[in-house]
């Protein structure tokens, strides 16, 4: 399961996963994926941008749809490529909330499943433990941001 702390460790990438049925019914994809990347602002805190996979490419074709806030949502900007009722931004947002309140169970129970990509949450390496695999960290990060 993605966790608040995979999603603003700096370099994170993760899939909604829909179920099939709502999917159908609802006119969406199977799934979305989606990047937070942290910089760090002119006043030295953390922003978080969000970007959601929009071609085949899944290292490059990727954008922008706003900034994560510190209560777990995103807040669409100007230069964003999506509204914030679309489909994705909304689905994101109440997946999020439910990250930040630390239940997903409800998500889970409905068929909705939030995946991390196999790499480090903060550093980006490609993660190959089974506690690694299951924290979305790989051993020499745990606890290092």
Known sequence: ?????????G?????????????SAHRCKPHYTYKVRKKVGNDGRPVFFVSILS???????????????FDGQVRTTAKSALHAESMPVRLLNRSLRLVWQGDATAMEEAG????????????????????????????KCRGDF
């Open 112 to 139: 909705f499943q939030l995946h991390h990509e196999g790499k480090c949450g903060h550093c980006g390496r490609k993660l190959s433990t089974p506690e690694s695999l299951r924290t979305g960290f790989g051993p």
């Open 1 to 9: 399961m993605v966790s608040k702390d995979f999603i603003t460790a």
């Open 55 to 69: 071609g085949p490419n899944n290292e490059s074709d990727y954008r922008y749809i706003g900034i994560l806030t």
């Open 11 to 23: 370099k994170a990438t993760f899939t909604l996963e829909l179920p099939h049925e709502w999917a």
